[in-house]
């Protein structure tokens, strides 16, 4: 199974940005799907972003199109996220995740269950 670690996260000021690292251990499957959820205080688990096929097109939430940004570099095995313009709307605890693309789609309908694998979370706190 492949583990994932995020880091990155932190305190920021809204309209500032950040950027999100998630290190991938082992030999990822060409057709992966790497994506980005994240979970607010109270709220439930929400994708936000996610590089899918061997194409590794980007994918992201209406709520993040224009501010972020979803990149993959295949050496490192590592994803980032980079966030733009945070509003205090966008704290949470944000995971890194990994799977099929099918499981992918049925976690962006809330079974999280499908996805392969998580990291532990990184919490960006957006907040003047």
């Known amino acids: 199974q492949v583990q994932l670690k995020e880091s990155g996260g932190g305190p920021v000021q809204p309209g500032g940005s950040l950027r999100l690292s998630c290190a991938a251990s082992?030999?990822?499957?060409?057709?992966?799907?790497m994506a980005w959820f994240r979970q607010a205080p109270g709220k439930e688990r929400e994708f936000v972003a996610a590089l899918v096929g061997y194409d590794h097109d980007p994918h992201y939430a209406d709520s993040v199109k224009g501010r972020f940004t979803i990149s993959g570099d295949n050496v490192e095995n590592t994803i980032y996220l980079k966030m733009d313009v945070l509003k205090p709307d966008d704290t949470a605890v944000y995971y890194c995740s990994a799977g099929s693309t099918g499981a992918l789609i049925l976690a962006t309908a809330g079974d999280y269950n499908q996805m392969d694998s998580w990291g532990q979370g990184v919490l960006v706190t957006v907040s003047s």
């Open positions: 082992g030999r990822l499957p060409e057709n992966y799907a």
